[in-house]
């Protein structure tokens, strides 16, 4: 039997005054380990007690994806800007959103991650491309007339960027 067929069991067995036990104790005794457990026996004799009708699954009633907007993303955003150490507990609470749905604010929507109790953009944003080219054109420019000088004690490595403001150390960065 497919549990559409157990619940219909159940309901009719209900609908006609039988008790919770008696009706487990005939899908068991008729269907062995196959039938279904005492537990689900007696919520759905509970669903037929409220009124249910239906024998399909009804869908999760979980946090609506409506939870997650534009309003609360530029939230987020402001309150990150004015606090880069501004904790997720914090933000929920600022936000009245669950703690997961603010981590994936900061992570997907925000591109932010932690690190040492900061948050920081996985990607540099086009303000921080353009600080970058205009302080790589001072540089060059700097050095332009000594450029044999520098180029014997330059090392170059993989893209990558620094903050300019980091913490002490992590004790002071956790706090």
Known sequence: MDIREFRGAIFHMAARGRSAKDIYGELKETHGTGAASYA???RWCQEHRFGRTDLANRVSTRRPPEAITSQKI???RQLVEENRSISLLMLSCELKLAHET????METHLGLKKMLARWLPHELS???RSARVSHAQAFLTQWADRWSRLTSRLITVDETWISYT???SRLSASE
């Not at 603010?102 to 604010?105: A, D, G, Q």
């Open 40 to 42: 689900t026996v007696a």
């Open 74 to 76: 530029a939230k987020a």
């Open 102 to 105: 603010v981590k994936k604010i």
């Open 126 to 128: 086009e303000h921080h």
């Open 166 to 168: 980091t913490p002490r």
